[in-house]
Every structure is written in C-alpha cells, then in structure tokens.
C-alpha cells in the first residue's frame, strides 16, 4: 500500500523544476502584465501607483501622426513581406521538396541561414555592403531586408507541409494526364493552404515586431513602429509607449492565436493522404 503511494507524490526534485519553470514564465510575461495594466493608468506620467482606469492614453495614440503613420508603415511593410515571402518560399519549398536539384541541401542551409546568423551581424552586413556600393537607403531595400529575415520561418513551415503531404495525390493525377500547372493548381496548392496561410501571418508577425534590422535598414524620415517607440524611450516611458505596446501585444498574439486557429481549421477540411478515406 505504501510503494503505491509513495510513487504518486512529487519527488524533491519535480518540485524544484515545477517552480523554476514558474518563475521562468513569471518572468517572462510579468513586464508585458506591467504595460497592459500601465496603459489603462489615468496617472500622467507612465508608472506605478494606479490612479484610475482611463482610455484616454488609446485615443491620443489615433491623433499622434507619427504614431499613426508608423503604424502604416508597419502593416504596409508586413503585408508585402508576408506576401512575397511566402512565395517565394512556397517556390523555393516545391523546388526542394518535389523536384531533384543539384546541391538541394546545400541550398537548403543557404535559405535559413538569415534564421542562423544573429540578426545584429546580418543588419550590420548589409548595412555595410549598401557603403560599399554607394547605394542609399530606401524603402525597397527595408522590404528586402524584412523578406530576408522572414522567409526561413516561412520556408521551414512549407517545407514541413509538402513533406508530410506526399506525393500520391499529385502522381494520380500526372498518371491521368493533367499538366503540372493543373497539378500544382488543384492539389498542390489547396492541400498547402494551412501552411501558407500559417506562413503569412507569422511572416507579418516577426516583420511587424522586427527592431533591430529596421533600425539599420530604414530610410531618414520613415519609422516603423518598434522604431517609434525604440524613439519615443529617448526622452521618457510616457503613457503613450505603454498603450502603443499593448496595441503592439495584442496585434502579434492575436495574430499568432489566428494563424494556429485558421490553419487548424483548413487542415481539417482537406485530406492529406489516401489513408484518410
């Protein structure tokens, strides 16, 4: 009776694990706790004590012009990164995945390997290579720059879901004469849908939140908002910068919690292998 017993109960050593693991988490999601509650703070400077619950702080977002054309920039310079990104890594995934090509892995490594380098050392490269070349800083190569640093995730994403695919579906209908366009068209791309779909929204989410290469890579005048902010904390922790993280927050977690959701839900409405009939 007692061996049973005993082999239930948390030994020393679970119970150390599970309150690191609890102080790691607190850690982690204290200082983002912090913000939200701080931008609701109808004190007017940006910290504790609480004095009241106030809106007042969102709605001077909306009439902040930097703010509002940062956030433009933002989202403008998402979307394009989301959707040139993910093209050309569900091109570069069908030309690893599906076809021979000389030297695949190595071109493989090659496209993570923005994904490897720290992002400090791939800013400070370019950065570097544009002086050498007299080429001034602009918008197109900001674009650039973001589709660099995303498209590992998105590739990484696509490759795992044609991967896992196979090929049955697609040689049936090469068997039966179809074209590889109509190949790609009909089966391919539907039953890649959750991964891409899945691939741009995270896309967008790491060029939305993206500091350090924007910092670099800019032009003068344009401001992104990471870039905002990382400005704003120049002079002090206004209120401001406490309700613009929150917004940032809840852009990037909802976004993310969308992706996870919506691509769940298309996965479940297509069939991935012949054993699922």
């Not at 890594?89 to 496209?111: E, F, N, Q, T």
Request: glycine share 6%; charged share 10%.
């Amino acid at each position: 009776m007692s061996g049973p017993e005993t082999e239930q109960r948390p030994s020393w050593g679970w119970r150390v694990l599970t309150a690191l693991t609890a102080l790691v988490y607190i850690f982690m999601f204290a200082p983002i706790i912090v913000v939200v509650v701080l931008s609701f703070n109808a004190a007017d400077y940006g910290g504790f004590p609480f004095t009241g619950l106030s809106f007042r702080w969102f709605s001077k977002l909306v009439q902040n012009e930097a703010i509002v054309g940062a956030f433009v920039t933002s989202a403008t310079l998402g979307v394009l990164t989301s959707l040139i990104g993910t093209l050309v890594a569900m091109l570069a995934a069908l030309a690893l995945v599906r076809h021979r090509v000389d030297g695949s892995k190595m071109i493989g490594l090659l496209a993570i390997a923005p994904l490897l380098i720290p992002e400090t050392v791939l800013a400070v490269g370019l950065l570097l290579l544009l002086r050498a070349l007299d080429l001034p800083k602009t918008f197109l190569l900001l674009l650039a720059g973001h589709i660099l640093i995303t498209l590992p995730f998105a590739l990484l994403v696509l490759q795992a879901r044609l991967a896992g695919l196979g090929r049955s579906f697609e040689e049936a209908a090469s068997s039966l004469g179809a074209s590889a366009f109509s190949v790609f068209r009909e089966i391919t791309l539907p039953l890649s849908l959750p991964a891409m779909f899945a691939a741009i929204l995270f896309s967008f989410t790491i060029s939305f939140d993206n500091l350090t290469a924007s910092l670099f890579w800019r032009p003068s005048g344009v401001e992104t908002v990471p870039t905002q902010i990382f400005a704003m904390l120049k002079d002090s922790v206004s209120p401001e910068i406490n309700a613009l993280g929150t917004v940032m927050v809840a852009v990037t977690v909802g976004l993310s919690l969308l992706a996870g959701a919506v691509s769940s839900r298309l996965a479940q409405q297509v069939k991935t292998t012949p054993e699922d009939e």
